[in-house]
């Protein structure tokens, strides 16, 4: 198995952004999360694809498939979060639950394995 697929890393910087991006209207933070839902259900397939390869995968690559599933699902619960709560409330983006689903997020991304 080699190295194949997105990594979480390019998320870092777009979660990062999600968390400054306040001045901007509601619709800025929707685009946004847009752009980070697209990456994570990238990710998910590619997981996906590793998780049926896992059987066949020697013990360090089954370490990394085991360690890169708790980041994904961590990133993926907070944008759906983050998603509803702008669906919800859009005019409430300073709220702290919100600023903590987009702090989450980037610190999740950015302490991310590489794979």
Known sequence: MRRRGPSCQPLTGR???AV???PLAW???AEELDRIKERINTIGKTISKLQNLRSSASPW???AIDRIMPVAKKLASN???AIEHLNKNPLRINEP???QYLKSNAEAASNSPRW
């Open 15 to 17: 979660c990062r952004h």
């Open 79 to 81: 944008t759906t979060a």
């Open 27 to 29: 619709q800025g933070h």
């Open 97 to 99: 639950q919100y600023q």
């Open 20 to 22: 400054t991006i306040q």
């Open 61 to 63: 690559q089954r370490e």
